[in-house]
């Protein structure tokens, strides 16, 4: 420190703030014992974005033995004074400026209080000559006095400006003590040094949903983001916002004109395939990157093909660069069609052209009036070569004509071709739909044949009068149709043989679900009835219809009902065949509107896709 206060460097660079400070609060008292012009600057980053000493040393052409640590120490010093870096803030934009006594008053004797008056006296002198420097600077403050006896103890000024902008620096002498001190920021921030953002190459998929990729020059992703609300120029404003593109790419060729118009904005390089990147070449370039959907992906692999593209070209350029040199300025001026020597030495050799190039002028202006007859010549011979390559550009423009014409007719063969695979596709699904259809139904009419075999059976033992039993049919018993209590029921031993013909009776149905109903029915229940005076749920009814399991309400069959125990009971079996016939009824008027709903479905899905036919043969 006693080093720093005498040099006041510009910059004290570190490469690790772990280095220099065991705990946040020790980087405040650095920050304050600095001089006001020297910046603590971290060359490696910030947060979770820090890089390697050496990566960093990297970008600007810098090798170091990374075990020696004045090496380490030259590197960052060489970094930080290129720009790299954030610079470590601690302080906010309020200094305080703290005037006080510097000695103790004491006991005193005979002259203690002219000696306080003449210390609080000094005191308050010096706070007039700091407010006089503060108000010349034009510096906002305020100002809190403590009063003494002969004048004032202590001054504290709260300026509203940063701790390098106070003309005032921390003095002790004489009686009075100045202390300036920045007011502490309740957590400490990194700010870039340099604010100029750095170059970039920029990935573009056009369409309904945008896709931007951003890389740096080192291949290292930024950002990459797609959206269906952003506009071109929301687009142009946020790549603006993290880089300056020196490279504008696409995945296809030849390049869309809204990626084209961006690139123009830009004054960037364009970047097209020599062909359109298939599927699995864009897989192949972004397979280490993640990404949301196919837009963002065809945008990364567009700007991961144009860095592959330039990063060969960059091989051995380090060997040629000086040692300090920004690389990334060099690529993007490689980028631009600049050669290695126009980028460092830019400058001279623009003003040593210009001089050469008027001192040119000046000859020329001497030599005008004696042309021999050799520059005739040459001007003869050259304009015989400008008449040459005229006559051939001319057979290039005819030649590039015609590629554009067997161009739009292979698209339309593509576009013919792509129609046919779409119709191909369509009749599959459709032929995939019907056969699915085909099954539910061949499934449905098995269930029928069942079922009718049992109304078949019950219809002729109700024919014969001998048969006929008015006393009563078994039937099981449950409370209601929850999941558990069916399962308990039916894994109860022996409940098939407290029953006829698989006739179960539940006292509710308010907690049914079409498993249990299907349940039931796997089970071998043929028929459902149920009491109280509930209103059936219609799909409930329609549950059942699809099944082909009668469900029969007591309330609407007087007398249906016998005796109903716990666990099992009897019902009327004459009763119970007339609602079993009015069941038939209703599921018979159930089916024939199904059917009627089917086939109505079925001629709009028709019209539907011949309205899409005649519209394509149009």
Not at 227 to 246: E, K, W, Y
Not at 281 to 307: F, G, I, M, P, V
Not at 442 to 462: P, T
Request: charge should be positive.
């Amino acid at each position: 420190m006693q080093l720093i206060r005498r040099e006041e460097p510009r910059v004290l660079a570190c490469d690790s703030l772990t280095e220099i400070a065991k705990k946040e609060g020790d980087i405040y008292s650095i920050a304050a014992a600095l001089p006001r012009e020297t910046k603590l600057v971290v060359v490696t980053g910030a947060g979770s974005e820090r890089i390697s000493l050496v990566a960093v040393a990297k970008r600007y052409n810098i090798s170091f033995d990374r075990f020696d640590p004045f090496a380490e120490a030259r590197a960052s010093a060489m970094v930080a004074s290129r720009g790299a870096g954030f610079e470590v803030v601690a302080f906010g934009d309020e200094t305080l400026i703290s005037v006080s006594r510097r000695r103790s008053l004491g006991k005193g004797g005979w002259s203690q209080n002219r000696y306080a008056r003449k210390i609080h006296g000094h005191v308050l002198v010096r706070s007039r000559l700091i407010a006089e420097s503060l108000d010349t600077a034009g510096l906002s403050y305020t100002r809190q006095e403590f009063r003494a006896f002969g004048g004032v103890s202590r001054v504290v000024f709260t300026a509203k400006a940063r701790r390098e902008q106070i003309p005032v620096s921390n003095q002790s002498s004489g009686d009075v003590r100045v202390i300036v001190e920045g007011k502490r920021l309740d957590r400490i921030s990194f700010t870039p040094v340099t604010k100029k953002p750095g170059f970039v190459i920029v990935g573009f998929d056009p369409g309904t949903t945008l896709g931007i990729a951003i890389v740096d020059l080192s291949g290292k992703l930024l950002n990459l983001r797609s959206s269906r609300q952003m506009s071109l120029s929301d687009a142009t404003s946020f790549i603006a916002s993290i880089g300056r593109p020196v490279v504008i790419a696409s995945d296809v060729n030849p390049m869309p004109f809204s990626v084209e118009k961006i690139r123009r904005s830009f004054h960037a390089v364009p970047y097209t395939p020599n062909h359109d990147l298939s599927v699995e070449a864009k897989y192949a370039l972004t397979k280490e990157d993640n990404y949301a959907n196919d837009h963002e992906r065809d945008a990364l692999s567009a700007a991961r093909a144009a860095y592959q593209f330039w990063s060969n070209r960059f091989l051995g350029i380090a060997r040629r660069i000086p040692e300090g040199t920004d690389l990334d300025e060099v690529y993007a001026g490689i980028i631009q069609g600049q050669s290695v020597e126009q980028i460092l030495h830019g400058k001279k050799r623009k003003q040593g052209f210009k001089d050469k190039k008027s001192e040119t002028i000046e000859e020329s202006t001497d030599e005008d009036s004696e042309v021999s007859k050799k520059h005739l010549e040459r001007i003869r011979v050259l304009e015989g070569v400008v008449k040459d390559l005229r006559t051939l550009l001319q057979k290039a423009h005819e030649e590039a004509e015609s590629k554009d014409k067997e161009i739009s007719e292979l698209k339309g063969r593509q576009r013919a071709m792509q129609d046919e695979r779409y119709l191909t596709l369509q009749r599959d699904i459709e032929i995939h739909r019907r056969d699915a259809s085909i099954k539910s139904l061949k499934k449905r009419l098995r269930a029928e044949e069942r079922n009718n075999k049992k109304l078949y059976k019950r219809i002729k033992r109700l024919q014969d009068p001998s048969e006929v039993n008015t006393v009563g049919i078994r039937c099981g018993v449950i409370s209601d149709l929850s999941k558990e209590l069916v399962k308990q029921y039916l894994e109860s031993p022996g409940w098939q043989d407290g029953l006829d013909n698989g006739i179960i009776y539940v006292h509710t149905i308010a907690s049914w679900s079409r498993t249990v109903i299907a349940g039931l029915q796997d089970a071998g229940i043929s028929v459902l009835v149920y009491g109280g005076e509930t209103k059936i749920d219609p799909r409930l009814l329609d549950a059942c219809c699809d099944l082909s399991l009668p469900l029969i309400k007591c309330a609407e069959f007087s007398e249906l009902r016998g005796k109903i125990e716990i666990g099992h009971g009897t019902l009327r079996e004459d009763i119970l065949s007339a609602a079993l016939r009015e069941w038939e009824k209703t599921e018979q008027r159930y089916h024939t509107l199904k059917k009627s709903q089917e086939i109505e479905d079925l001629f709009t899905t028709y019209k539907a896709e011949r309205e899409l036919e005649v519209r394509k043969m149009k």
